[in-house]
């Protein structure tokens, strides 16, 4: 079951989650990367089965990066890859519907500001200045809402995201010895920690 | 029927109809023996209030690991129907191509017809491209065939190793497009058994001998615990030539 959460702060936004694949009683891998890069500027945390994981992450951002080339390197602001992104579960919904829930987080290179959503496997979207997926949202989210304030810096974003850690480690029934820590802002996306290395799948 | 309007993103009608022949088939078993294998489908997809199901689904026992000479491969022969034994001398390990092995877990039909094809798209790739095909790309090609039938109830755990440019490799592929890289790996309803095993032993710098004596092991301890695991014990070893 994966933890996967996001903080936004004034400039940026955090997208953090475990590194565990696992399914039924057998743990796969720790080293996992669960944060997929979608464009320079955004990446979405994503949650499920491996497989739809890895194929739904990958259709978007290739998708999106279709979207640049073929619109002289255009980019999508983050709320409309979120919007696409959420368009996608929809249509898949009634089909065959990818069983993933995402935190997605993006930085608007235009206008200066960064932004957070929510989306799980039913395609509802919520724009959000922080949240979680799965179990992580039971134990996590009371923290976030103590802690969480406007105008937050990178440094206190991160301290909360790592309390939020903490927390799952000494009280979730599941093991999660790793995870990826990584921050959106003006600059790009960058890995700000991991557990172990990230495998290149 | 065909389930879902995904059912066919294959490039050749073949798949489609072993797509529409395996839903065939699961229809007229389920029932008596195939019913906790859909059970464990099921469930996998919701949250478990109780205890998750132990996995059953692939009654065997597959390794391989690598290690600092190579990659080593071991199996069991046990093919089991329900709680009879089909066949003590069953061959889980299939070559893709000469310098890769993919093993077999699960349905034995699902998994040989599967690798099968792969054989047959790995050496067109060759064939177009001038150079041996990546291990990675072959699993890719695996995971993607899998992945779009994955509402046909297949039964494939299977491992694709090999050596190519970037070094050895292996890849756990399964019937729900799961595609995992790694240096250890162990499949089937023994697997937990011998990754006990492995896990406890298992050095980075063993060498051939060493490595194929804890294959072996690892293998005998799960026959030894899992009912549906047994017969012989078939080792590979994959090096560089």
């Known amino acids: 079951m994966d933890s996967v959460f996001g903080v936004e702060y004034d400039g940026g936004v955090i997208i953090a989650s475990d590194q565990n694949n696992a399914r039924s009683i057998l743990t796969y891998q720790t080293n996992l990367d669960k944060v997929a890069e979608l464009s320079s500027h955004s990446a979405m945390g994503v949650s499920g089965p491996n497989a739809d994981l890895v194929n739904f992450s990958q259709y978007i951002s290739k998708n999106l990066a279709l979207y640049e080339l073929s619109n002289n390197g255009l980019k999508l602001s983050p709320h409309a890859q979120a919007n696409f992104t959420r368009g996608e579960l929809a249509t898949a919904l009634r089909k065959g519907p990818y069983q993933v829930n995402i935190m997605l987080g993006g930085y608007d290179t235009i206008k200066n500001q960064a932004s957070l959503y929510w989306l799980d496997h039913l395609a509802a979207m919520a724009k959000v200045n922080y949240g979680a997926q799965g179990y992580a949202s039971s134990f996590c989210l009371s923290i976030m809402d103590r802690d969480w304030k406007e105008g937050l810096n990178q440094e206190q974003a991160v301290a909360i995201v790592e309390k939020c850690i903490k927390e799952l480690q000494v009280r979730f029934l599941i093991a999660q010895p790793n995870f990826i820590i990584k921050a959106i802002d003006k600059d790009g996306v960058n890995t700000l920690s991991f557990g172990a290395d990230p495998a290149d799948n | ?241």
Not at chain 2, 45 to 53: D, F, H, L, N, Q
Not at chain 2, 155 to 175: A, C, H, L, R
Not at chain 2, 181 to 188: H, K, T
Not at chain 2, 197 to 209: A, F, H, P, S
């Open chain 2, 1 to 241: 029927f065909v389930k879902g309007a995904n059912a066919s993103i294959l490039p050749d009608s073949f798949g489609k109809f072993e797509g529409q022949l395996s839903s065939l088939s699961a229809l007229q078993v389920r029932g008596g023996e195939m019913d906790w294998k859909a059970d464990i489908l099921n469930s996998e997809e919701e949250e478990s209030t109780g205890a998750p199901p132990l996995e059953f689904a692939h009654g065997t026992t597959t390794l391989s690991f690598i290690y600092d000479g190579g990659i080593l491969a071991a199996v069991d022969s046990r093919a089991s129907i329900g709680n009879f034994v089909g066949s003590k001398t069953t061959q889980k390990v299939l070559p893709i191509n000469n310098h890769m092995l993919g093993t077999m877990a699960g349905g034995a039909a699902d998994c040989s017809i599967w690798i099968r094809k792969l054989q047959a798209e790995s050496r067109h790739c060759e064939l177009a491209e001038g150079r041996p095909i990546t291990v990675a790309r072959v699993s890719r090609l695996l995971a993607d065939y899998l992945y779009a039938n994955r509402n046909s109830d297949l039964s494939v755990g299977t491992m694709i190793m090999g050596y190519d440019e970037q070094g050895p490799s292996i890849y756990y592929v399964d019937n729900k497009g799961t595609r995992i890289g790694g240096d250890l790996f162990s499949v089937g309803s023994g697997s937990t058994f011998a990754l006990g095993v492995l896990d406890t032993e298992r050095r980075r710098n063993m060498k051939e001998d060493e490595a194929i004596n804890l294959g072996i092991k690892a293998i005998r301890h799960a026959t030894f615990r899992d009912a549906f695991s047994g017969g012989y014990i078939a080792v590979y070893v994959i090096t560089k030539e």
